[in-house]
């Protein structure tokens, strides 16, 4: 084999071929996330899902789908997201059995912000950054959560040093919102969330076969390289410390 189809066959490698690497334990962590999957959808009204269509995210969904839990999934689409994270959106709108609803930014306020600010501001400060996360992500965020008693989310304890203590339900906020928040992949691997792909060929997004591991806005995503850490595509200008878009961050 040349060097040229050798470099194109590791390109086209699939993310399931190179992740997909089951814990010991999966089978009884899979059950337990269908446990309590089970559990918030019979103790918690309204609950729903937050999407960012990423490999975490796709598996809650297929399991809310499977386990025919009425759970609706709602996405964030901020308006500078990915050709191929848009075209699974569509795809997942026509295929899930869980309503998929799309919350999308204030028109008026992202042109205000664009007008002033320009295009490309979110390299310009970490402040900018995080007013466009505002506009894009926060607000209509808040709007997705208006009247949730809970909701699900993708977070993993491996993700980042941020997230190494993400519990699998997280009541930190019930006092102040009301809002409960379930992780039920917390204690998963990207290893076990590639098995679990695999094995039950769920969609996803093509981004990952090109070394996405975490996909966000175009923009402020890009590939990594072998070494890097799991998030280190995500505003890779900025620090290490700064690298959350507020959206589970606590005030």
Known sequence: MSLTSSL????ASKATTLNARASDNFAAKLADTQALLQR?????????QASSLGAEDVVITHLINSLQL??????LETGALHTETLALLERTEATSRAPIKVYRPVHESVIQFV????QDAMYKSIDLRKACCGIRKMEPLARALKGQRAWITGLRQEQSAARAEVPLQDDSEVATKNLSKFNPLAQWTWGDVWHYIATHNVDYNPLHDQFFPSIGCAPCTRAISLGEEFRA????WEDEAAKECGLHVKK
Do not use: H, N
């Open 40 to 48: 918030a959808a019979a103790e918690f009204s309204p609950l729903t």
């Open 70 to 75: 009425d759970i609706p999934v709602f996405v």
């Open 115 to 118: 007008r002033q600010e320009g």
């Open 233 to 236: 595509g995500r505003w890779w």
């Open 8 to 11: 194109s066959s590791q390109a």
